[in-house]
């Protein structure tokens, strides 16, 4: 009686095909995505999907031959790919500078123990004793619920995203465009990610830039010596300082909001509706590369390079263990940041003649920021063994200290050629900004991290006049538009909002809870 009971459940369990390694294959790529999804085109994702799918598949049909039995090919496939997916996770928490083990993170020892793992993995599913049939169909709902998790996470910043974007356009004036004047100038914001102030550069890293803020006085600009930014992170930062306010009275509560901000800027609307062709480069990073723009430029060096989601993929993964040995080769994210840098820089000179009447151009360099890839001459140079101790502690260890006073010189040097080629092929003098967003990343001293670079170059006598040694970034376009547009605009106080950061962890706490840190430069 109990045999006849127990066959019918039994034929139905075999009636469930395991499906959930295929599914678990797109997960890690669709998690990643989700984490991500403020920073990547949606697009950049394609190839890796392919990619996952068609490994994880090939595993379970191989396995699947090889075993004869494809319940327990279905579960030594999971038990394959989530050491495969995991490793280079694992890797990086281990890095965690915090990590009082951390000179035992090697990945020699890791990689013995993953293969260990693999061994055990293999060893557990070919046992005998083992019945698969009555977990089949829970592991393949549990597969089904886990990939909802990023799926809502995608669909609610689409959503979030179009409906910002919607409010952003219903609240903006639509004043017909306006002929550009024959004597409009050019204007150029160009942003250099995490430059910090001259006398805190100093104070960090020992380095005197005097030579440099000399070199751009002498060519006619003013240096703002008490610059801070008003926001500790270049969302936040360039939200506001595109928008001529801050972010509360924009009604910025999220990323959402600010990177929406960033693309459909009042800066940007205002200088259109004057007549003004809007000039932009790719960045890496979604929220601050306008691909809408008049003229785009796309970094196309290297067309069969992985972009910067399909290497972040890869360096979550098992793939971690050779990419680190290849550190200087063409697959590499930080050889792509910098060789992206060094294209946007070349095309940003030959700007004044390429692109023809008033133009506004905005680029985003992302430099100084890490990766700490520079040679003083620009060469590539792989990063320091302590990068991560590097970046997030105020003690910076001597073998690493180059990293940002290298990137430092490069940008310098390049940036003032840039600045005289533009100045020589401009037929009325432009105006120039050249702006950090914010500080290095000095989360131990506020006061470092919001201390930022601020120069400009307002031909105009009068709109020269009205700079000031503490401006911030708010206020910079408000004075630009009333010097060379009449707009008007009242000046702001200078606040800065700093955003605290996990001590001695890289990992972001909590970037919309403020503290107003004062100017204390003298």
């Excluded at 050779?322 to 700007?351: F, W």
């Excluded at 991560?388 to 940036?415: C, E, R, W």
């Excluded at 050249?434 to 201390?451: E, K, L, V």
């Amino acid at each position: 009686m109990q045999n006849r009971h127990a066959r019918p459940h039994a034929k139905t369990a075999r009636q469930v095909f395991p499906i959930y390694p295929i599914l678990f294959g797109v997960y890690p790529v669709l998690a990643l995505a989700a984490v991500n999804i403020a920073q990547i085109d949606f697009a950049m994702t394609y190839r890796v999907f392919v990619f996952s799918l068609v490994m994880t598949g090939a595993l379970y049909i191989a396995l699947g031959l090889v075993m004869r039995d494809w319940m327990r090919a279905a579960l030594l496939t999971l038990f394959l790919m989530i050491l495969f997916f995991s490793y280079g996770h694992v890797y990086n928490i281990l890095k965690n500078p915090a990590n009082p083990f951390l000179l035992l993170v090697r990945h020699r020892i890791l990689g013995t123990i993953w293969l260990g793992l693999a061994g055990l993995s293999i060893w557990f599913t070919t046992r005998q004793w083992i019945h698969l049939a009555p977990v089949t169909l829970v592991l393949n709902i549990m597969v089904v619920v886990l990939l909802l998790f990023p799926v809502f996470q995608i669909f609610q910043f689409e959503e979030n995203n179009l409906r910002s974007r919607a409010a952003a356009r219903s609240a903006e004036s639509s004043p017909a465009v306006q002929q550009a004047s024959g004597s409009d100038p050019d204007i150029y914001y160009i942003i250099l990610d995490a430059y910090m102030r001259a006398d805190n550069i100093k104070v960090v890293y020992g380095y005197d830039n005097t030579a440099f803020i000399d070199a751009l006085t002498q060519r006619g600009f003013y240096v703002a010596t008490c610059s801070q930014s008003n926001y500790a992170y270049t969302e936040l930062s360039l939200a506001s300082s595109l928008n001529m306010n801050y972010l509360d009275k924009l009604g910025a509560a999220n990323d959402y909001q600010a990177d929406t901000l960033i693309r459909d800027n009042s800066v940007r609307q205002f200088l259109k509706n004057h007549g003004y062709t809007i000039v932009a480069f790719e960045t890496g990073f979604l929220w601050s590369q306008w691909e809408d723009a008049d003229v785009y430029y796309k970094f196309s060096d290297h067309p069969n390079q992985l972009n910067s989601f399909e290497t972040l993929f890869l360096q979550t993964t098992v793939f971690r263990i050779p990419l680190d040995e290849m550190g200087n080769t063409k697959i590499s994210a930080s050889v792509l940041q910098h060789d992206r840098t060094l294209a946007d820089l070349h095309i940003l000179k030959n700007v004044p003649v390429g692109v023809k009447g008033p133009k506004f151009v905005f680029v985003h360099l992302i430099i100084p920021h890490p990766p700490y890839v520079y040679e003083p001459n620009g060469d590539y140079v792989p990063e320091g063994p302590s990068a991560g101790i590097y970046i997030y502690n105020l003690t910076t260890p001597s073998s690493d200290k180059p990293g940002y006073t290298n990137a430092i010189q490069f940008i310098n040097s390049a940036i003032l050629k840039d600045v005289d080629q533009i100045l020589a092929d401009s037929r009325i003098p432009p105006i120039i900004i050249i702006q950090g967003d914010h500080g290095a990343f000095r989360y131990d001293s506020p006061q470092q991290r919001m201390s930022i670079l601020n120069a400009y170059y307002f031909p105009s006598a009068s709109a020269r006049a009205s700079l000031y040694p503490d401006i911030t970034p708010v206020n910079t376009f408000r004075i630009l538009f009333d010097s060379y547009f009449g707009a008007n605009l009242p000046l702001l106080a200078n606040v800065s909002w700093y955003s605290s950061i996990m001590k001695n962890a890289p990992l972001i706490t909590n970037r919309w809870s403020f503290t107003s840190i004062p100017n204390q430069c003298k």
